[in-house]
Antibody
Framework: QVQLQESGPGLVKPSETLSLTCTVA??????????WCWVRQPPGKGLEWIGY???????NYNPSLQSRATISADTSRNQFSLKVTSVTAADTAVYYC?????????????WGQGMLVTVSS | DIQLTQSPSSLSASVGDRVTITCRAS??????LNWYQQKPGKAPKVLMS???SLQGGVPSRFSGSGSGTDFSLIISNLQPEDFATYYC?????????FGGGTKVEIK
């Protein structure tokens, strides 16, 4: 079973850059069936997919973030990361990393425990 | 973007009840539809993939059906641990999207 762990600052100032890292503690980011995703959930609200990275470096993003998000993979450290620039209070959310298992029904079958990031001065 | 509309947004039910949650997609997603359960303070957990394929370790009282644009998640014989919020998700096309959620509460 793949195990994921988010890390990074829990407080970010408005207009600055949010940076989070997801460590794949069990499993490998180079597994060819896997895409590595970030999902966020504002307090009391639903889930929003942010984007994915494949181990080759291929990425895809939700247009709702208006090009502010960047996801990258570090295969040597078995990690992948998220950066969101020019944050506002609307970016306050629990951020989850997840594995998108790209076979059969293509579910998100492994998730990190989630990390609350608050945007505030 | 493919919109997923879940109904109801919330419901109250009793232990032992049969509960049906529906998810309607704004366009044909074949069977690229997954269901998740989320409890407060926890990450979502996948229950069902490909509309009707039960994930390992998920009790058989959960079942899923549908294809195209209309899907259902059924919980038969509702148990205390099933009170949670349920989300559908489409993985047919980018951007991947989730339904708005259905909160199942104790009556």
């Amino acid at each position: 079973q793949v195990q994921l762990q988010e890390s990074g600052p829990g407080l970010v100032k408005p207009s600055e850059t949010l940076s989070l890292t997801c460590t794949v503690a069990v499993g490998s980011v180079t597994n060819p069936t896997d895409y590595w995703c970030w999902v966020r959930q504002p307090p009391g609200k639903g889930l929003e997919w942010i984007g994915y990275v494949y181990h080759s470096g291929k990425t895809n993003y939700n247009p709702s973030l208006q090009s502010r998000a960047t996801i990258s993979a570090d295969t040597s450290r078995n990690q992948f990361s998220l950066k969101v620039t020019s944050v506002t209070a609307a970016d306050t959310a629990v951020y989850y990393c997840a594995r998108w298992y790209y076979v059969s029904g293509r579910p998100f079958d492994s998730w990190g425990q989630g990390m609350l990031v608050t945007v505030s001065s | 973007d493919i919109q997923l509309t879940q109904s109801p947004s919330s419901l109250s039910a009793s232990v032992g009840d049969r509960v049906t949650i529906t998810c309607r997609a704004s366009q044909n997603i074949i069977t690229y539809l997954n269901w998740y359960q989320q409890k407060p303070g926890k990450a979502p957990k996948v229950l069902m993939s490909a509309a009707s394929s039960l994930q390992g370790g998920v009790p058989s009282r959960f079942s899923g059906s549908g294809s195209g644009t209309d899907f259902s998640l059924i919980i038969s014989n509702l148990q205390p641990e099933d009170f949670a919020t349920y989300y559908c998700q489409q993985t047919y096309s980018i951007p991947l999207t989730f339904g708005g959620g259905t909160k199942v509460e104790i009556k």
